[in-house]
């Protein structure tokens, strides 16, 4: 029942105050016991008294946070805590709550009092007058929840009917993508070579010496290696379970392989239990296997956490301590989920295979991927080839390989000499026809060239390489977004060409060598 039945005044001769506690006066009794759903740890959590408590502990992704009423005038604050009633049965996550209701400490009572007296045919005027006033942005959504709530309860003219209306009001020209446009969120080159190098040779040292490692870096890895590959968010990391971690053994593969499963966060309450599966790379399977072991050992089973991770906050921290250490520049679990994610969409990923990586509901909301530039991820990948995790590489057409006795040998002209870039090269190879009847750059097309005739100086392509990786990583540095042009193309080729010749003389180095 309402605590009053007295019909509604004009409101608008009401001062601020008297217009807050009239409305609010219309509402029911609040519950004895406001409950809702905890999912990271899977329980039902209890506010008890809503009516006396000024503040809410609130549990989040492991961790309390508090959302107090008490900066309110007391009208203020029992309206705001049947809006969190109201928000919390519709199945918002407590981090949404929390940041609806926390931004009206940002809206006067006086802005608050004037949406209340305003009646909906005249709500999209005084809609427009506050947008004009430049008012802070975070206010926008939670009035328009406010809105709902007045629809949901038939206060002040509104009812379910205008539920529509409230949905098209405009809210503030605001970019939150505007990181992703410009790159800042993207790791550099250098930053994701070194976070891929560090997976790279942890997983090699477990194959080698699987005990030596330390179990806190062994599961440090490990989170880095979910939010590196899979863009995971830290409260999905933390929440994975020994149940989430499948290890399957193949008896045609040296290293068995690892599904892991993880849910949609950030979503309502009907779409959270939805399973994302993922598989790790081969390569890097070893660091989650030996992970697993460990915590077999230790008695871990079901609906234990795989990383023992207490919080999302946890994780988050040991994400960015590790990076940075790794990288020598702050680099976050955000950035490194960018990174994947525009690394999988300059792979020609579609937007529904994008949308199931991130795990979103709606396809549109990773648009903003396919408008910016080629990420760094991409150029670590295809440019620089520089993970065996990533070296997938055809067969290159060459001609044989040739000795330092028969380069020498060779006609001047045939001896391939240039300065690429402002670098000196000389002595790699020889060309079949002569280097004056090529059109090409002696160096940036020679390798992959069927009449190249490369020289089995191992030392010397490895030079190469290196110094051919710098001149892709200056490019890519000065000229972000411009991944297309002919000479980056051109340079990611000679890149991987190089690191075939390379291959093909570890592997099985030719008898003249």
């Known amino acids: 029942m309402s605590r009053t039945t007295t019909t509604e005044p004009l409101l608008v001769r009401l001062s601020p105050q008297e217009v807050i ?9 609040l519950p004895a016991v406001i409950r809702y759903y905890d999912d990271f740890d899977d329980t039902l959590r209890s506010i008890f008294s809503p009516e006396t408590q000024n503040i809410f502990e609130l549990h989040y992704c492991g961790s309390k946070v508090l959302l107090a009423f008490d900066q309110f005038e007391a009208s203020f604050a029992v309206f705001l805590k049947h809006l969190f009633l109201f928000l919390i049965a519709g199945e918002y996550s407590i981090s949404s709550v929390r940041s609806l209701i926390g931004a009206f400490s940002h809206i006067s009572e006086t802005e608050l009092a004037g949406l209340l007296s305003v009646k909906p045919i005249e709500a999209k005027t005084w809609w427009a007058a506050l947008r004009a006033k430049g008012y ?5 959504p939670s009035l328009k929840a406010l809105l709902r709530f007045l629809c949901a309860h038939h206060l002040c003219e509104w009812s379910p009917e205008h539920l529509d209306f409230i949905s098209g009001l405009p809210l503030p020209s605001v970019d939150k993508y505007a990181a992703v446009r410009s790159g800042d969120v993207f790791l550099s080159v250098d930053e994701e070579s070194a976070i891929v190098h560090y997976l790279d040779n942890l997983a090699h040292g477990l194959t080698q010496s699987p005990h030596k490692l330390d179990t806190d870096m062994l599961r440090k890895g490990g989170m880095l290696l979910c939010s590196y590959q899979f863009g995971m968010r830290p409260v999905q990391i933390a929440s994975l379970t020994m149940r989430d971690v499948r290890v399957w053994d193949d008896d045609n593969e040296k290293i068995p392989a690892v599904h892991l499963t993880f849910r949609k966060v950030k979503q309502r309450r009907s779409s959270k239990t939805l399973p994302l599966p993922r598989k790790v790379k081969r390569d890097w399977a070893s660091i989650i296997i030996e992970q697993h072991r460990r915590a077999k050992e230790k008695g871990l089973t079901g609906e ?3 990383f023992e991770a207490n919080s999302a906050n946890e994780v988050s921290a040991a994400i960015i301590a590790l990076a940075s250490e790794i990288t020598g520049t702050e680099v976050s679990a955000t950035d490194l989920r960018h990174t994947a994610a525009q690394r999988l969409v300059d792979a020609g990923a579609s937007q529904e295979e994008l949308a199931e990586f991130l795990g979103h509901s709606d396809i549109t909301t990773g648009l903003v991927y396919y408008q910016t530039s080629a990420n760094q991820a991409e150029r670590v990948n295809k440019a620089l080839g520089i993970s065996e995790v990533y070296q997938r ?8 390989f040739i000795s330092p ?3 020498a040998e060779l006609k001047g002209e045939q001896q391939i000499a240039g300065i690429p870039h402002g670098i000196p090269i000389a002595g790699i190879g020889g060309c079949s026809s002569g280097q004056p009847a090529c059109p090409y750059n002696p160096v940036t097309s020679c390798y992959g060239c069927r009449k190249f005739m490369p020289v089995t100086n191992l030392a010397l392509h490895k030079q190469v390489l ?3 990786r710098g001149v892709v990583t200056f490019f890519v540095e000065a000229s972000r977004g411009d991944s297309h042009s002919p000479t980056y193309l051109q340079l990611r080729r000679t890149i991987f060409s190089i690191k075939q010749v390379i291959a093909e003389l570890e592997e099985e180095p030719p008898k003249n060598a």
Do not use: T
């Not at 590489?393 to 044989?400: G, L, M, P, R, V």
């Open 136 to 140: 802070n942005s975070k206010a926008y």
């Open 304 to 306: 234990h956490r795989f």
């Open 466 to 468: 290196e110094e051919m």
């Open 393 to 400: 590489i055809a067969k290159i057409a060459h001609d044989h």
């Open 21 to 29: 506690y009239h409305v609010a006066a219309q509402l029911p009794e």
């Open 405 to 407: 006795d028969e380069l």
